[in-house]
């Protein structure tokens, strides 16, 4: 089972006390964040906090740094300064083509060896947030194989398509499908955007509910309250495993029966919905005393 990345903290990286806790909300993935959550005004402070955080903070799961673009004044330097910390993962944002991926792999390569880190142990996603980066996400997916995620971000995007965000969210469908496909093609994960209003939880779960049936494997979060929320979507539910046992024990039975065909209650079980029934009852005991606090 690959590593589970339901849900993505974001900590601001200029904020100690949030810094100090973030490991405490059981959060799959926190991201220590020195991009639009750190004004221009505190990035030097904020790099070397995170610096710090992931020096002498066991945070007792996955940390990811999202770096500045490479274009601003402030990317390289946060890698520079980032890299001896060794974080788990380098989060780019705005990713617009695979040149950046591929620079910045270079450049993590060359880190890895001058502080004798193993060879390709520091992964990397890249969020999508620009029509650009859309058009190029199986590039970019596929650049490194350090990728290991794809993300959209919705605020940003949105802004460059230049509408407003709804409720709904008819206005993210295709970018968000088209994430999806780039994401399986190249054999990587999917990470959707993050939901701003902390407050509606009824319109948070309205998204979740529709980013599961999209095929996402987890979303970014803002606050912790969201984290176990996150969680329970998506846990298997019990009607599920049921359902995914009873599916398993029917193959079962048509294997030794030698019979070419299965059905469960009426409907015929094909190899992909077994292969369903698999990941199902996999992440089930994946997930299994993993909600969160
Ligand atoms: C929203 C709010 C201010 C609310 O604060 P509040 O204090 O009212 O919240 P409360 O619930 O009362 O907090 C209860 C306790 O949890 C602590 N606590 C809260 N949040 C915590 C946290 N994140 N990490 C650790 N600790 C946390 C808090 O300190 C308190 O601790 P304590 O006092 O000890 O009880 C806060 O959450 C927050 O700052 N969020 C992070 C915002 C951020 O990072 N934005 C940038 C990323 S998006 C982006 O860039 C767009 C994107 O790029 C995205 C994409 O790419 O996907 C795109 O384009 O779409
Ligand atoms: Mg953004």
Same mark, same amino acid.
């Not at 093609?185 to 980013?211: H, M, P, R, Y």
């Not at 599916?247 to 019979?259: D, G, I, N, T």
């Given at each position: 089972?690959?590593?589970?990345?339901?849900?993505?903290?974001? =900590?601001?990286?200029?904020?100690?006390?949030?810094? +100090?806790?973030?490991?405490?909300?059981?959060?799959?993935?926190?991201?220590?964040?020195?991009?639009?959550? !750190?004004?221009?005004?505190?990035?030097?402070?904020?790099?070397?906090?995170?610096?710090?955080?992931?020096?002498?903070?066991?945070?007792?799961?996955?940390?990811?740094?999202?770096?500045?673009? #490479?274009?601003?004044?402030?990317?390289?330097?946060?890698?520079?300064?980032?890299?001896?910390?060794?974080?788990?993962?380098?989060?780019?944002?705005?990713?617009?083509?695979?040149?950046? #991926?591929? /620079?910045?792999?270079?450049?993590?390569?060359?880190?890895?060896?001058?502080?004798?880190?193993?060879?390709?142990?520091?992964?990397?996603?890249?969020? =999508?947030?620009?029509?650009?980066? +859309?058009?190029?996400?199986?590039?970019?997916?596929?650049?490194?194989? *350090?990728? !290991?995620?794809?993300?959209?971000?919705?605020?940003?995007?949105?802004?460059? +398509?230049?509408?407003?965000?709804?409720?709904?969210?008819?206005?993210?469908?295709?970018?968000?499908?088209?994430?999806?496909?780039?994401? *399986?093609?190249?054999? #990587? /994960?999917?990470?959707?955007? !993050?939901?701003?209003?902390?407050?509606?939880?009824?319109?948070?779960?309205?998204?979740?509910?529709?980013?599961?049936?999209?095929?996402?494997?987890?979303?970014?979060? =803002?606050?912790?309250? /969201? !984290?176990?929320?996150?969680?329970?979507?998506?846990?298997?539910?019990?009607?599920?495993?049921?359902?995914? /046992?009873?599916?398993?024990?029917?193959?079962?039975?048509?294997?030794?029966?030698?019979?070419?065909?299965?059905?469960?209650?009426?409907?015929?079980?094909?190899?992909?919905?077994?292969?369903?029934?698999?990941?199902?009852?996999?992440?089930?005991?994946?997930?299994?005393?993993?909600?969160?606090?």
């Amino acid at each position: 089972m690959e590593k589970l990345r339901r849900s993505m903290m974001f =900590v601001p990286g200029n904020n100690p006390g949030m810094l +100090l806790n973030a490991g405490i909300y059981g959060a799959d993935t926190i991201i220590l964040d020195c991009e639009d959550a !750190v004004a221009i005004t505190e990035k030097d402070s904020a790099r070397n906090l995170v610096f710090q955080a992931i020096s002498e903070i066991n945070y007792g799961t996955e940390v990811a740094v999202r770096i500045n673009h #490479i274009s601003t004044p402030f990317g390289w330097d946060d890698l520079k300064r980032i890299l001896p910390a060794k974080p788990d993962l380098i989060r780019l944002p705005m990713c617009q083509g695979p040149d950046e #991926i591929c /620079q910045i792999d270079e450049f993590i390569s060359e880190a890895e060896q001058k502080n004798k880190f193993p060879s390709g142990s520091i992964k990397m996603m890249a969020a =999508v947030e620009t029509p650009k980066g +859309l058009r190029l996400a199986y590039e970019i997916a596929s650049a490194s194989p *350090r990728m !290991v995620a794809l993300a959209i971000g919705a605020e940003d995007f949105i802004a460059n +398509l230049k509408t407003t965000r709804s409720k709904l969210g008819r206005e993210l469908l295709a970018a968000r499908g088209q994430l999806v496909l780039a994401a *399986r093609e190249a054999g #990587i /994960q999917c990470i959707d955007t !993050v939901f701003s209003d902390i407050n509606d939880e009824e319109g948070f779960k309205k998204e979740l509910e529709l980013i599961k049936e999209m095929g996402f494997d987890g979303k970014s979060v =803002v606050n912790p309250r /969201q !984290v176990s929320v996150v969680h329970e979507f998506f846990a298997p539910t019990a009607k599920e495993i049921d359902h995914a /046992q009873r599916v398993l024990a029917a193959y079962q039975e048509a294997l030794e029966k030698k019979s070419g065909v299965i059905s469960l209650n009426g409907k015929m079980i094909d190899l992909p919905i077994v292969a369903r029934a698999e990941r199902t009852l996999t992440y089930a005991k994946a997930t299994a005393g993993k909600g969160g606090k």
